[in-house]
Every structure is written in structure tokens, then in C-alpha cells.
């Protein structure tokens, strides 16, 4: 049973791989936004309020826990077109393993935001950022940065199967773009007002940011905040995980 599910799971990975290949520009653009935003607020906005010490080392880990929140707008659009072409529909009438749809589209994305990872970090490395931690604190980070994006994935995926078509997707923008500019990813709480950055403090992402910041060893980085960056991922998960399957479960019935 479980080789069925793996296999099930992973040629419905291959078929969104497969639509990398075939639509590489929505690939590319998705990968371009997130460095656009690093080079506007590094140089053009740049200063970064309350930040000690060089702004770029700053700024760069909150981009990567920011890019980690954003591009969801892909899986949700990939995952409401599917539902609304009747395609889910058509996989689930299939002697295939249930779920494997959404571990499939999951298993994609998380490759995707693997390689978004890894673009964001050789800018960073281009324009002057340096990671300063060890190399099992860099890992780290990184683990921390995919483990919310896993989370961050799985809210995407259920919001999607609620909103059921496209068009709804720009509402549910206006929820995402709050959490990731709610954060510390730009400036410090403290520099914010009183109640605005205990607000700030609060977004899973922020905590985030700040553990990476501390185990890639640049400014910002306060000890401490390791556990908070995987708790509250996990409650995510333990939240919109099997919200997201029962859904799926419940479509078409």
C-alpha cells in the first residue's frame, strides 16, 4: 500500500514538474519577484529603521523567511484551475491513492521554494551578504525557512479548495500580503510603535526570521527563538493539514 502511495504521489509530482517545462515563464516570474524586492529595499528604500550594523545583513534572511510566506498565489491558482477544469475530479475516479494529489502538488512546490532558496541566497552572496554562523547553523536556517514554507503551503492549499475558483484568489492575497509586511523582515519592533510591534512580534514569520538571522549569524538574530520558528509552523500544520484533506475528501460528494 505504501509503494502505491509513493508511486501515486510522485507521478502526479512529475506532472506539475511537467508544467515547469511547459510554462517556464510563471517559474521565472516567480523567482524574480522575491529578488526584486531584496534589491529595491536594500538599496532604492534601504536604512532599515532601528537596524544595527550593515542593513543588507539584515534584511536578507527576513527576505528569505519572506519568500517562504509569498508564492502561494501559484499553488492556489494551479490547485482552483484544476478544480475547476474538472481535473480533480478525474484523478479522483482513478484507482489512485487518495491524497495524492496534494502530496504531489505539495512535493512540487517545496521543490520550487528549494530553488527560490537557493536564487535568494546567491544574490545575497552577490550584493554582499555573508552568513557568518556555522555550517550546521546555516542548515538550519535552512530547515527552518522550508519547514514554514511547508506550513505556509498546506494554509494555501486549503484556502484554495474553499475559494474553489480563480477569480476569488485576489481576496485571499489581501490575506497574505498582511503576514509577510506585519514582520520584522523589513525593520526591527523596535522601532516601530508600542503595540504595532508586539503585533509584529507575534507573526510566525517574524519568528522565523528572527532564529535564521541568529543561526546564519547576522544582526537581528536573538537565541532562543529556534523553537518558536518550529512551533508555530507545526501548529499550522496540525491546523490546516487535515482541514486541507478533509476538504479534498469532501469534493464532489
Known sequence: MTTYALTDSWTMTRRELAHWARQPVQVIVGLIFPVMLLLMFGYLIGGGRGVQGEYLDYLVPGMLALTMAFGLEGTMLAVTQDLNKGVID?????????????????TADMLQSAVSLVVMIGVGYAIGW???GSVG???GALGLL??????????GIHLAMV?????????VQILVWPVGFLSNAFATPDSMP??????????????TATAVRDLFGTPGGEPGHVWAAVVWPLILLAVFFPLAVRRFGRLSR
Request: charged residues 15%.
Open 130 to 132: 555573508r552568513a557568518s
Open 194 to 207: 508600542a503595540w504595532l510591534g508586539t503585533v509584529v512580534e507575534w507573526n510566525p514569520m517574524s519568528q
Open 163 to 171: 475559494a474553489g475558483k480563480p477569480e476569488m484568489l485576489q481576496a
Open 146 to 155: 522550508l519547514l514554514f514554507r511547508f506550513a505556509m503551503l498546506w494554509i
Open 90 to 106: 478525474r484523478f479522483r475516479s482513478m484507482p489512485m491513492t487518495n491524497g495524492a494529489v496534494l502530496v504531489g502538488r505539495s
Open 137 to 139: 547553523g546555516f542548515l
